[in-house]
């Protein structure tokens, strides 16, 4: 029987995830104003080659490309009565790509409505995860990888829906930013400790942070989150540094080098499953593999 992500983190592995998807999908031919869902039935073999250049890397870990793959990000493109299609394409894809011994994670992100607009009610926000993460988890994923969350009504609604109504393990990120204090909170004023303790009483098996900053703010962030509750596995998937805007692009500057050099204080500070964010790319991950095979 296959041994889950926890069992792996518990015992003391630390798990290589991928990289930037969203990189590598424009550096692929995705062009501005395209559902990057969509390619999960348009180009599939582009998504696949995405997923094994990670694994070819050294990811264990491979995420699918459904970060947008619910009922309201697709109703923008139309595309909202085929988002069971969409996930179930998508866990396929990235099978095929880590084989039946790697780790799938199904990628949920924010939906873009607020409960605290009232955009939405909480039971339709619920059944939008819970549409996805079923999805996901009967097409085979390993687990359900909630992400770059700032809102902890929402983030804890997706635990909710994903564990109610899967029987696989879950996974939530938050996304953070530095204030001018010197701590850390999410756009919607949410602190790691807050993260930590309405994620795991929502009943997530695995917590941590993504996005909005470079490796080496991680590692307060997850010091944070470790002081709050001593065992819990903590994911980490950083940017390749702070971006600027360039010609119309976001520049991601931070070399793989620089990344994977931060990553010995990290798994010091707690986390137990690293990978990549914005602009990070399978040399990023090559990088932190090597660091992480050779500490």
């Given at each position: 029987?296959?041994?889950?992500?926890?069992?792996?983190?518990?015992?003391?592995?630390?798990?290589?995830?991928?990289?930037?998807?969203?990189?590598?999908?424009?550096?692929?031919?995705?062009?501005?104003?395209?559902?990057?869902?969509?390619?999960?039935?348009?180009?599939?073999?582009?998504?696949?080659?995405?997923?094994?250049?990670?694994?070819?890397?050294?990811?264990?870990?491979?995420?699918?490309?459904?970060?947008?793959?619910?009922?309201?990000?697709?109703?923008?493109?139309?595309?909202?009565?085929?988002?069971?299609?969409?996930?179930?394409?998508?866990?396929?894809?990235?099978?095929?790509?880590?084989?039946?011994?790697?780790?799938?994670?199904?990628?949920?992100?924010?939906?873009?409505?607020?409960?605290?607009?009232?955009?939405?009610?909480?039971?339709?926000?619920?059944?939008?995860f819970k549409e996805q993460c079923m999805a996901l988890a009967e097409a085979g994923a390993d687990a359900i990888c909630i992400e770059t969350m700032t809102a902890i009504d929402e983030a804890t609604l997706?635990?909710?829906?994903?564990?109610?109504?899967?029987?696989?393990?879950?996974?939530?990120?938050?996304?953070?930013?530095?204030?001018?204090?010197?701590?850390?909170?999410?756009?919607?004023?949410?602190?790691?400790?807050?993260?930590?303790?309405?994620?795991?009483?929502?009943?997530?098996?695995?917590?941590?942070?993504?996005?909005?900053?470079?490796?080496?703010?991680?590692?307060?962030?997850?010091?944070?989150?470790?002081?709050?509750?001593?065992?819990?596995?903590?994911?980490?998937?950083?940017?390749?540094?702070?971006?600027h805007f360039h010609d119309g692009n976001n520049i991601f500057d931070e070399t793989p080098e620089i990344t994977?050099?931060?990553?010995?204080?990290?798994?010091?500070?707690?986390?137990?499953?690293?990978?990549?964010?914005?602009?990070?790319?399978?040399?990023?991950?090559?990088?932190?593999?090597?660091?992480?095979?050779?500490?």
């Amino acid at each position: 029987m296959k041994t889950t992500l926890t069992e792996r983190l518990k015992n003391g592995e630390i798990i290589i995830s991928d990289g930037a998807l969203g990189t590598m999908l424009q550096a692929a031919g995705l062009e501005p104003g395209i559902c990057p869902e969509i390619w999960n039935a348009d180009f599939p073999e582009r998504v696949e080659a995405i997923a094994r250049a990670y694994v070819t890397a050294g990811s264990q870990a491979v995420e699918t490309n459904t970060f947008g793959a619910n009922r309201f990000k697709m109703s923008h493109y139309g595309l909202q009565n085929r988002v069971a299609e969409l996930n179930r394409k998508a866990v396929e894809i990235t099978r095929r790509a880590v084989g039946p011994d790697g780790i799938v994670l199904g990628s949920v992100g924010p939906t873009g409505v607020l409960l605290m607009m009232g955009d939405v009610s909480e039971q339709e926000l619920y059944e939008a995860f819970k549409e996805q993460c079923m999805a996901l988890a009967e097409a085979g994923a390993d687990a359900i990888c909630i992400e770059t969350m700032t809102a902890i009504d929402e983030a804890t609604l997706a635990v909710r829906a994903a564990k109610e109504n899967t029987s696989v393990e879950v996974i939530c990120t938050m996304t953070f930013d530095k204030t001018i204090q010197g701590d850390f909170r999410t756009m919607m004023g949410i602190s790691p400790e807050d993260m930590t303790h309405a994620l795991k009483s929502a009943g997530a098996d695995v917590i941590g942070t993504n996005c909005g900053n470079g490796m080496e703010n991680m590692i307060s962030i997850v010091e944070e989150i470790r002081r709050t509750d001593p065992v819990i596995p903590i994911l980490v998937h950083a940017n390749a540094g702070k971006p600027h805007f360039h010609d119309g692009n976001n520049i991601f500057d931070e070399t793989p080098e620089i990344t994977a050099s931060y990553v010995p204080r990290l798994i010091n500070a707690g986390a137990t499953c690293i990978g990549g964010c914005c602009g990070t790319t399978p040399e990023h991950i090559r990088m932190i593999k090597n660091i992480v095979t050779h500490r």
